[in-house]
């Protein structure tokens, strides 16, 4: 993995290694620090839930992943009075479980060669989730063959909720092959 921090305005994706998928980054947000895993736009797009909700990778370093999404009124849970629908606490477990796989993700030599999959997903709700809401994944531990995440989802109102998972980890040359993500 090429380090962020050798990373020039001058470089280019096409300097890649070699995925099998399309280097075109048209389609990508440009998000200067999200440099750790080049196909994340792609693996966004080609989800079709993810893409629905239309998440940003706003940075994604060693160990650490910040996702984001925009508020929609579609996301809302009509729970709410007065025209105050949080949004669906379904969508706040979405964020920490996707924002932990790439901040996890993001300790692989070859992140596109391997694999994950969520084992345990905790979220303790906090408060009503409501406007933007942004998930910042922090890498607790990142063994051979288990990852374990911390997160926390903050939106208009403050803090919104906090989570943790664990993640199997199917690392490239691990012998092993992974359904999930």
Do not use: C
Not at 39 to 51: A, I, K, P, Q, T
Not at 130 to 138: C, K, M, N, Q, S
Request: hydrophobic share 35%; glycine share 12%; charged share 25%.
């Amino acid at each position: 993995m090429q380090d962020p921090e050798d990373l020039t305005d001058a470089d280019d994706v096409s300097d890649a290694p070699e995925t099998g998928e399309s280097t075109d980054t048209a389609d990508v947000p440009d998000t200067d620090d999200a440099t750790g895993w080049p196909e994340w736009g792609s693996f966004v797009d080609n989800h079709g839930y993810l893409s629905w909700l239309d998440v940003r990778v706003e940075s994604l370093e060693e160990g650490r992943a910040v996702l984001a999404i925009d508020h929609d009124e579609e996301f809302e849970n009509p729970v709410g009075s007065d025209g105050y629908d949080p949004i669906h606490g379904g969508i706040v477990a979405t964020l920490i479980d996707t924002a932990s796989a790439f901040a996890l993700r993001s300790t692989f030599d070859d992140p596109g060669g391997a694999g994950l999959t969520t084992t345990d997903l905790n979220v303790s709700y906090l408060r009503p989730a409501t406007g933007d809401l942004r998930a910042e994944a922090e890498v607790v531990r990142a063994g051979k063959t288990s990852g374990v995440t911390q997160v926390s989802v903050t939106g208009a109102d403050g803090e919104a909720a906090v989570g943790r998972t664990t993640y199997r980890l199917f690392r490239a040359g691990g012998g092993e092959s992974a359904g999930g993500r």
